[in-house]
């Protein structure tokens, strides 16, 4: 079984709509982190959270909002989706030492109409 | 704002050649290193890190980090058709506890047969 997941792996929705995209890990890892990748733009940071209590805004966190259920789980949700957010999205966790090597999820298409 | 350059690409090296791939950053701070390598619609994952000075080998893989200089190097020996690939550079631009990555864009490889 993967050690990272992600539900669903491909979505569509319509403008307007909240959807939420799942992560969930077997590593034990801290960390866990939702990325954006688009074309062109690489990876960009939408949220981390170190612990359960320690959620923290990344680059681009407008128009998202997080919730870490448990050390294992980490979710994303937009509230009311518009197509630019259209994009691949990605979990990601970390030990959290010096080495910090982030391991990352399947992904998840995201097209919105 | 702190930021890690990559040329995007693409990169044409012939079967059995030498891929080079270079990276800058621009947080003289940076204290950790990873080189990533993407297939198209899938997750980023690790090739290796690199926290030193001087060079880092694993297998046909070798990280060269220069921190007076600012950059880190990927160098692929006895390229394959299946390194064919997007490679992402990514920085810990906190160091230690904090543990953020920033991506670079990505190189994009193509090893041809």
């Known amino acids: 079984d993967a050690d990272v997941t992600q539900t669903p792996r491909n979505r569509i929705t319509k403008t307007g709509k909240r959807i939420m995209l799942e992560c969930s890990q077997t590593?034990?890892?801290?960390?866990m982190y939702w990325y954006r990748q688009d074309p062109g733009l690489g990876l960009r940071l939408i949220y981390y959270?170190?612990?359960?209590?320690?959620?923290n805004k990344g680059e681009i966190s407008d128009g998202y909002s997080v919730s870490r259920q448990a050390q294992a789980k980490f979710s994303l949700s937009l509230e009311s989706a518009i197509p630019n957010q259209t994009a691949l999205y990605f979990c990601?966790?970390?030990?959290?030492?010096?080495?910090?090597?982030?391991?990352f999820g399947p992904g998840t298409r995201l097209t919105v109409l | 704002q702190k930021e890690v350059e990559q040329n995007s690409g693409p990169l044409s090296v012939p079967e059995g050649a030498i891929a080079s791939l270079n990276c800058t950053y621009s947080?003289?701070?940076?204290?950790?290193f990873f080189w990533y390598r993407q297939y198209s619609g899938k997750s980023p994952e690790l090739i290796m890190f690199?926290?030193?000075?001087g060079d880092k080998e694993d297998g046909r893989f070798t990280a060269q980090l220069n921190k007076a200089s600012q950059y880190v190097s990927l160098l692929i020996r006895d390229s394959q058709p299946s390194d064919s690939a997007t490679y992402l550079c990514?920085?810990?631009?906190?160091?230690?506890?904090?543990?953020?990555?920033?991506f670079g864009k990505g190189t994009k490889l193509s090893v041809k047969p």
């Open positions: 990601a966790t970390s030990i959290g030492r010096l080495t910090d090597t982030q391991y």
């Open positions: 590593k034990g890892h801290d960390r």
């Open positions: 959270s170190f612990d359960v209590k320690d959620i």
């Open positions: 947080d003289r701070g940076s204290q950790s």
């Open positions: 690199i926290y030193s000075n």
């Open positions: 990514a920085v810990n631009i906190n160091g230690g506890s904090q543990g953020n990555l920033i």
